[in-house]
């Protein structure tokens, strides 16, 4: 009976996961799939919060404090103020004369010019806390299989947006409205969030391949498994015509080289070496050509564009966004006014007939919404992530699995942070399940692979 109620939280979990990878692609509030995907993320945090008395909190104590750190940011913007506080507070002046009817008193308001995004905001932290329970509540052993467990989802997520591009733009993969047709946007309604899910698996798969094994011939199976992955997950990063997501690549090849800086083959005849080396190399020249080949290279087309200004609507909006935030800091607007706070504020001659949904740089709409206190949380989230970076890199006593897993999370969360610089991948359901699930790597010291022996590469 013990036995059953164990596994309550470790199929909870999975349930989650799998409806945020087939629901919670998208940013987007309107979207249909949350009326399934957050009940269904309610009742999950629920059992695993029911099944167990002894869950290990301690595991993710600092992740769930900063956690509820932005949750109480979002609840204090929701708190209805005097009309003089609320102007005093946040409430620019040009705010008031849509608030009430000509001749009438200014009503008590909360510091979120739109509550209802406030709302959503917050009741979207479900998900990262449901990753955090989840991980807490797993046995030590359960935890042991998260790692596969995402390498799995984000092969899914690669096979699928092949399916997508292989089946035409009109295919029925394609199920969000707005998609990049075409490409192989995977789980994602945009394909630069997918790309930055594929770059950080890389450090994971490197991770994978020093797990003990049962004997060598095992070890260099799952080391050739592992470069096919590889070449799948960088071939379908360039294939989605994501620049940032280029980039990233490029980060997460890094990050999987300094999870443990030697070379898989660095104990075989230098003949040998220099053959892998080579195939390697050819490989991904192979793969270059097959995509300039067949036309699906975009990312590298949009590289060589020269006038990136004309291209990118993005740039002419900045002074506009830099406008918002000394007319709206130090308090902010309230998580989830972006759209409309934006559209008061921009000029004619950037009406078009497609709308901004983000400011594409989550630290400039964090600063328009969420204000001092929200970049406040935000900086005590850097300084823990880089107190833990420096100590899982140059305070490791000794390397292991769990040492490599903590190096791996680490730069899982900077490909992140790097993606949101220019995009928003962590206000998805999914990606920001798999950032939590970095976070309770990094601030998990007492590991989960360090009972397992056994030959790693």
């Not at 479900?126 to 299989?145: D, H, I, K």
């Not at 733009?169 to 997918?194: E, V």
């Not at 040998?272 to 192979?286: G, N, S, T």
Request: a positive charge.
């Amino acid at each position: 009976m013990s036995h059953a109620i164990g596994t309550i939280p470790a199929v909870a979990l999975a349930i989650a996961v799998i409806s945020w990878a087939l629901l919670g692609g998208s940013a987007r509030p309107d979207v249909p799939y949350l009326i399934f995907l957050r009940p269904i993320t309610v009742l999950c945090l629920m059992a695993i919060l029911l099944s167990r008395s002894d869950i290990e909190w301690g595991r993710v104590k600092t992740p769930l404090i900063l956690l509820g750190l932005f949750a109480l940011v979002m609840v204090l913007q929701l708190i209805p103020l005097p009309p003089a506080l609320w102007q005093s507070f946040g409430g620019p002046p040009r705010f008031s004369p849509v608030l009430v009817e000509p001749g009438q008193k200014l009503p008590w308001r909360p510091l979120s010019v739109t509550p209802d995004g406030t709302w959503n905001s917050l009741v979207a932290l479900l998900v990262p806390a449901t990753m955090l329970a989840g991980y807490a509540a797993l046995s030590e052993r359960q935890r042991r299989f998260l790692l596969p467990a995402l390498l799995l989802l984000v092969i899914a997520s690669a096979v699928f947006g092949v399916a997508q591009a292989a089946s035409g733009k009109y295919s029925p993969l394609y199920y969000y409205r707005f998609m990049h047709l075409g490409l192989p946007d995977g789980f994602f309604a945009n394909r630069n969030h997918h790309a930055a899910l594929l770059a950080t698996s890389l450090p994971m798969l490197r991770v994978w391949t020093l797990l003990p094994t049962r004997n060598q011939g095992a070890a260099r199976s799952r080391n050739a498994l592992a470069l096919c992955v590889g070449a799948l997950i960088l071939l379908v990063g360039l294939v989605t015509g994501s620049r940032s997501g280029l980039a990233m690549m490029l980060v997460g090849l890094l990050g999987a080289f300094f999870v443990r800086p030697q070379l898989p083959g660095a104990r075989l005849p230098a003949k040998y070496r220099v053959a892998i080396v080579a195939a390697i190399i050819l490989c991904i020249v192979a793969v270059v050509a097959v995509a300039l080949l067949n036309e699906r290279a975009i990312a590298i087309d949009r590289l060589m564009g020269i006038n990136i200004e004309e291209k990118e609507a993005r740039i002419r909006t900045l002074p506009v966004l830099i406008e918002v935030i000394k007319q709206t800091f130090p308090f902010g607007t309230g998580f989830g006014s972006f759209v409309p706070v934006y559209q008061i504020y921009e000029p004619d001659s950037l009406l078009d007939f497609s709308y901004l949904n983000n400011a594409h740089n989550d630290l400039i709409e964090l600063t328009i919404t969420g204000g001092i206190l929200a970049l406040l949380v935000l900086l005590s989230f850097v300084i823990w992530w880089g107190r833990a970076s420096f100590l899982a890199f140059f305070r490791a006593s000794g390397f292991s699995a769990d040492t490599a897993l903590r190096r791996a999370a680490v730069f899982g969360v900077a490909i992140l942070f790097l993606a949101s610089m220019t995009d928003y991948p962590l206000r998805t359901p999914l990606m920001s399940g798999v950032f939590a699930l970095f976070c309770a790597w990094l601030a998990d010291r007492s590991g989960s692979f360090h009972h397992r022996h056994g030959h790693s590469a």
